[in-house]
C-alpha cells in the first residue's frame, strides 16, 4: 500500500522534495531526493525520522562530514562488471569515490554506537576496497593520463617512442636546412599522422617521397620525404603499442573494478543514502524543524492522535507564514472549518496534509514541539484552487467524483482505520463496517465541502458526507461556508468547529486557526465597513431567515466574549510576566546570597581546615616529644610526691605556736640578707635566698630546683653544711633518710644543628647531652639534615664513644628519617 500519487501532486510534495534535492552533494543522492515517497511502514517511518535525527545531530557536533568527492559511479561500474573497459577519467571518480566511502566509514566508525545506531549500522555497506584505489593512483595520473609507472613495458615503449621521434625529427630539421629552396616554408607538420614537408608544387621533383595532402591552391605540396619513411613508420609502429599496452592497463583496471562491482554498488547507495540523511538534517536545520512523534492509535480518550503545534507550510515565506495549531482524535475525529474567503482555510488543509506526509517520508516537519503524528495508511485530498464567486456544475462534479472516489477506497481498503474511536471524552465502538478496516488510520481532506450547488442541497450532501466519514473512523479536515454544518457539527459528537479570524476592520484575514469556535460570514459587517447604507445593511439582515440571524448574533456574542477573556488573559499573563521577573530577580539573590553563603563557608571550612593542619602538626610534634613528657610528668608527681612526705616527716606544730622562736618580721628584715641560707618552714625544705621585698614582706627562695615566694615569717636561717665551700645551701634535714629531688630539667628534647660546621659538633653536642642527663631525660632528637651526609657522620661518631649514650638509630620516616638521630641516654 502506498499514498496516491494523486494525493502528493495536490498537497504538493514534489516541491518539498525540489527543496530537498538542493542540500544533496552528488547525482545518486538527488536521485533519491526527487523520488522520495512517504512510507506506510510504521516501523520504517520512525527507522527514518531517527536517521535524519541522527544525522542532525551529527552535523551539529561535526559540521564538516560530507560524503566528500563521491560520484555516482553506478554506470562505469556496470560497463565493467559486463567486460568493457572503463576510460581514465571514470576510473579517478571510481577511486575517489572508494576514497570517500573510506574516510566516511572511518568517521562514522568512531561515533557512540549507542548514540547513534544507524548511522553505524550504515557505515558497515560503505567499502573498504585499498587495492582498487592504490592500482589506479599507480596507473592513472591526477590529469587522466595513464603514467609510465602503470607498467614496465609501458615505460619503456614511451622510452624507444620519443628516442624514435626524436630521430624523426632530427631528420627533418637536417633536411629543411639542405633543401630550403624548394620548400614553400622552412616548418615541419603533419598529415594523417606522417610528419611531411611543405614543397613548392613546381619543384615537385627535387625532393623524392610520398604525397599526403597538397593546398587549396595547389601550389604547395606535403610530402613525406622517402628517407625518413622508415623513421616514420618506426615512430609510428611504437605510438600504436603504447596505445595497445595502455588499452591493456585500462582494461585490468576496469577488470578489477569489476570484480568488486557490487561491493562498489552498494557504496555508492550507502554513500546516497547517508547523503540523503545529510540533505534532511540541513533542510531541517533550515527551516527549523522538530522531530515527530510517531505513534499507534488508540491512545486515552482526551490524548489527540494528531497534533501540530505552531505548523508551518513550508512552501510559503517563513517570513510571513502564520503558524497553526492542529489536533485531530481524541475529543473529535473530523475538523469542519469555517471563515471567509482567502482566509487561510485551505493553508491549513494543506499543511496539515504535507506535513503528515513528510513525516512519513522520514523529513522532520517545520512545526515546534510537542507534535505528534500517527502512520496513515492513506490521505486523499480533495483541494481546489478555486476562489471565485461563480460555482459551474462542472466543478461541483469534479469535487463529488473526487469524493466517490475517496469513499469508495476507504470502504474497499483492508487496513485503514482503527476498529475504535473516541467521541466525546469516551471510547466507543464503531460500526461493523468499520471494525474490519484495521488499526492504521486514513486522513482525508476536503476543501469547500458541497461547494457548486444549490446551498440547500450542497448542505445535506456535506452532512451526510461527513456522517459517512465519522462511521469509516478517518481523521479529516474539511472546509466549508454552510452555516448549517456549524450547528451540526456543534451537536454531533465526534466533529468539531474550527475558524480562521478575519479582521473586520482592516478587511483583511489573520490566518490563524482557532479550534472549538465556528467562524463568521462577515458579509454583512464587511459591506457596512465599505460604506454600504445602513438601511440597506439592515434590509438585508430582515430577509435572513431567524434562525440564521440569532446563528450569527450568537457566534458575535462569542466572539466579542472570546476577545474580552483574550484581553483578560493577556492581562494576567503580562501580571504573570512582572511576578516571574520579579521572582526571576529574587531568585537571582537568592543565587548571589547562596554564592555569597557558600564562599564563607568554604573560606570558614579552609580556615578551620588549616587550623586542623597545624594541630595535626603540633600533636605529630608532640607525639615525637611524648616520652620526654611523660619523663617530666613523672618527675613532677615524684616531686610532689617527696613534698607531701617531707611535710609528713615534719613535727607537728601546736596551735596558735609558731615552730621554733621566729623574731618580728621587722626583726626578721633586718637580720636576713640575699644569700642567706634559711629553711622555709611550711614546706620543711631549705633554700637560699635570692630576693627580698620589704614591701610586701616576702623573699625569692632558690629550693633545689624550683623558686618559691615566701613570707619573711616563714623563714629561719640556718647553718651551711661543712666541706661545702660555704657556696651551696645545706641538705634538708629529711635528706639523711634517703629523699632527695631530681635535677632540675630546662633542657629541650630536640636539638637543632642543621647548619652546623661538623668541626663543632663534638663540643657543643658533648654539653647538650651532659646537660639532657642532668635533667632526667630518658632520650632526644638530633636533627642534622641529610645534606652530604657529613655532619650526621659526625654527630654519628661522637655519639658512638659518649659514656652518657645507651644508644642511637635513624628516626621514622614521619619523623625525619636519615635527616634525624634519636639517641637513648643512660639511666640515672
Given amino acids: 500500500m502506498a499514498i496516491a500519487l494523486q494525493t502528493l501532486e495536490t498537497l504538493e510534495f514534489p516541491k518539498v522534495r525540489l527543496q530537498l534535492a538542493r542540500y544533496t552533494a552528488f547525482s545518486a ?54 567486460g568493457g573497459v572503463c576510460d581514465p577519467e571514470a576510473l579517478i571518480e571510481i577511486a575517489a569515490t572508494l576514497a570517500s566511502a573510506r574516510r566516511l566509514r572511518a568517521t562514522l566508525r568512531k561515533l557512540d554506537a549507542a548514540s547513534f545506531p544507524l548511522l553505524h549500522e550504515t557505515a558497515v555497506d560503505l567499502p573498504l576496497l585499498p587495492e582498487v584505489e592504490d592500482a589506479v593512483a599507480r596507473a592513472i595520473g591526477e590529469d587522466g593520463q595513464v603514467l609510465d609507472s602503470a607498467s614496465p613495458k609501458l615505460a619503456r615503449l614511451r622510452s624507444e617512442v620519443r628516442t624514435a621521434f626524436n630521430r624523426l625529427q632530427e631528420k627533418l630539421h637536417n633536411l629543411i636546412m639542405t633543401h630550403g629552396d624548394v620548400l614553400q616554408e622552412p616548418i615541419i607538420t603533419v598529415r594523417n599522422g606522417r610528419y611531411v ?38 615512430w609510428r609502429e611504437l605510438q600504436l603499442a603504447e596505445q595497445a599496452e595502455v588499452e591493456r592497463i585500462l582494461a585490468e583496471l576496469s577488470a578489477l573494478v569489476g570484480d568488486h562491482a557490487g561491493a562498489i554498488t552498494a557504496g555508492v547507495e550507502a554513500l546516497a543514502t547517508l547523503d540523503l540523511a545529510f540533505a534532511m538534517a540541513q533542510y531541517a536545520a533550515a527551516m527549523r524543524c522538530v522531530m515527530p512523534e510517531i505513534v499507534d492509535p488508540p491512545l486515552p480518550p482526551d490524548e489527540p492522535l494528531l497534533l501540530l503545534t505552531a505548523a508551518r507550510h513550508p512552501l510559503l515565506d517563513p517570513q510571513k507564514v502564520v503558524p497553526i495549531d492542529m489536533r485531530l482524535g481524541g475529543r473529535f475525529r473530523l475538523l469542519l472549518i469555517t471563515g471567509p474567503n482567502t482566509g487561510g482555510k485551505t493553508v491549513a488543509l494543506k499543511t496539515t496534509g504535507l506535513l503528515a506526509l513528510m513525516a512519513q517520508a522520514g523529513m522532520h516537519i517545520p512545526a515546534s514541539q510537542p507534535s505528534r503524528l500517527p502512520v496513515f495508511a492513506q490521505i486523499f485530498a480533495d483541494i481546489g484552487d478555486e476562489q471565485s464567486i461563480e460555482q459551474s456544475l462542472s466543478t461541483f462534479s ?59 442541497e450542497g448542505a445535506a450532501l456535506a452532512r451526510a458526507i461527513i456522517e459517512r466519514l465519522l462511521e469509516l473512523g478517518v481523521l479529516g479536515v474539511a472546509t466549508t461556508h454552510y452555516a448549517e454544518l456549524k450547528a451540526f457539527a456543534y ?109 564563607a563557608w568554604q573560606a570558614a571550612r579552609e580556615a578551620i581546615e588549616a587550623e586542623l593542619r597545624q594541630v595535626r602538626n603540633e600533636v605529630r610534634r608532640l607525639r615525637d616529644e611524648s616520652r620526654s613528657v611523660a619523663a ?124 652546623w660546621r661538623a668541626a663543632d659538633v663534638g663540643e657543643r653536642l658533648d654539653r647538650y647531652l651532659n646537660d639532657a642527663y642532668l635533667a632526667g631525660l630518658p632520650w632526644v632528637r638530633i636533627i642534622h639534615g641529610k645534606g652530604t651526609g657529613a655532619l650526621r657522620q659526625a654527630v654519628r661518631d661522637t655519639l658512638k664513644d659518649h659514656k652518657l649514650v645507651a644508644s642511637f638509630s635513624s628516626a621514622s620516616a614521619t619523623e625525619g628519617g636519615e635527616g634525624v638521630t634519636i639517641v637513648r641516654l643512660q639511666e640515672r
Fill in 398 to 456: 469534479s469535487h463529488m467524483t473526487n469524493i466517490i472516489r475517496i469513499l469508495r477506497a476507504l470502504e474497499d481498503a483492508p487496513d485503514v482505520a482503527p476498529a475504535e474511536t473516541s467521541v466525546s471524552g469516551s471510547t466507543q465502538t464503531m460500526p461493523p463496517d468499520t471494525q474490519r478496516l484495521g488499526r492504521m488510520p486514513a486522513l482525508v481532506l476536503l476543501d469547500e465541502l458541497g461547494a457548486g450547488t444549490d446551498p440547500v
Fill in 29 to 82: 543522492s538527488r536521485e533519491l531526493a526527487l523520488n522520495l515517497t512517504p512510507s506506510v511502514d510504521p516501523f520504517e517511518v520512525r527507522r527514518r525520522l531517527r536517521l535524519t535525527d541522527e544525522a542532525r545531530r551529527l552535523l551539529d557536533a561535526m559540521p564538516d562530514v560530507s560524503i566528500g568527492g563521491a560520484r555516482d559511479v553506478r554506470p562505469a561500474v556496470g560497463l565493467a562488471r559486463r
Fill in 632 to 755: 617530666s610528668r613523672r618527675w613532677l608527681e615524684e616531686a610532689e610526691r617527696r613534698l607531701q612526705e617531707a611535710r609528713a616527716s615534719l613535727p607537728a606544730v601546736p596551735p596558735g605556736k609558731p615552730a621554733g622562736h621566729p623574731a618580728p618580721a621587722a626583726e626578721q628584715v633586718a637580720r636576713l640578707q640575699p644569700g642567706d641560707v634559711v629553711r622555709v618552714r611550711s614546706v620543711g625544705l631549705t633554700g637560699e635566698i635570692l630576693s627580698i621585698n620589704e614591701e610586701d614582706q616576702t623573699a625569692e627562695v632558690q629550693v633545689g630546683g624550683f623558686r618559691m615566694q615566701a613570707d619573711l615569717a616563714e623563714l629561719t636561717r640556718e647553718k651551711r653544711a661543712a666541706g661545702n665551700g660555704g657556696g651551696q645551701p645545706a641538705r634538708p634535714a629529711y635528706e639523711s633518710r634517703g629523699t632527695s629531688l631530681p635535677a632540675p630539667r630546662d633542657v629541650s628534647l630536640e636539638l637543632d644543628m642543621r647548619g
Fill in 197 to 234: 614537408v611543405p614543397v613548392k608544387a613546381t619543384h615537385r621533383r627535387a625532393i623524392r617521397g610520398l604525397v599526403h595532402d597538397q593546398s587549396a591552391s595547389g601550389a604547395t605540396l606535403y610530402i613525406e620525404p622517402l628517407t625518413i619513411v622508415e623513421l616514420n613508420n618506426a
Fill in 491 to 599: 451537536a454531533t459528537p465526534g466533529v468539531e468547529n474550527a475558524s480562521v479570524e478575519f479582521d473586520v476592520e482592516t478587511l483583511a484575514p489573520t490566518y490563524k486557526l482557532t479550534i472549538g469556535l465556528p467562524g463568521r460570514s462577515n458579509a454583512l459587517a464587511i459591506a457596512a465597513r465599505l460604506g454600504l447604507a445602513p438601511d440597506l445593511v439592515e434590509r438585508a439582515r430582515a430577509t435572513m431567515a431567524r434562525e440564521d440571524v440569532q446563528v450569527e448574533d450568537l457566534l458575535a456574542g462569542i466572539h466579542r466574549e472570546r476577545d474580552a477573556a483574550a484581553a483578560e488573559l493577556q492581562r494576567a499573563m503580562e501580571v504573570r510576566a512582572d511576578a516571574e521577573k520579579y521572582r526571576d530577580r529574587l531568585a537571582a539573590e537568592l543565587r548571589a546570597f547562596e554564592e555569597q553563603r557558600d564562599e
